[in-house]
């Protein structure tokens, strides 16, 4: 179950960094809710999956969730582009999260 509730907390940071952009600065109110109701669950989540994963591999995988779903949604949006060697790398974060998991 902590596994569930790691994978969710980094895709929830993927919300909060995404709000965070959108809010301009916080001048922006929906932007600025989503980032405070997201940064405060993905903190929850987190701090609640390192009861049962070490802080290092659990830290390690929230980022990379966090980070790959980002850009992916970023890709996506068209707010940022795409190229082969990027999503190689993207590729390369997944591939070491998927590693700690199973290292774990």
């Known amino acids: ?12 940071e993927a919300v909060w960094a995404t709000a965070l952009g959108r ?9 600025s809710i989503v980032f405070g109701v997201a ?4 903190m929850v989540g987190l ?10 591999t659990a830290y390690a995988v929230w980022v990379g969730i ?4 980002t850009v992916a949604y970023a890709i ?5 582009s795409a190229s082969p060697l990027k999503i190689i790398f993207l590729l390369g974060i997944i591939v070491c999260v998927v590693g700690l998991k199973y290292a774990h």
């Open 1 to 12: 179950m902590a596994w569930v509730i790691l994978v969710v907390s980094g895709l929830l």
């Open 66 to 69: 966090g980070a790959v779903t």
């Open 23 to 31: 809010s301009e600065g916080f001048s922006r109110p929906y932007p």
């Open 76 to 80: 996506y949006a068209g707010t940022e």
């Open 39 to 42: 940064v405060v669950l993905s």
């Open 47 to 56: 701090a609640t999956a390192m009861r049962a994963i070490p802080i290092g």
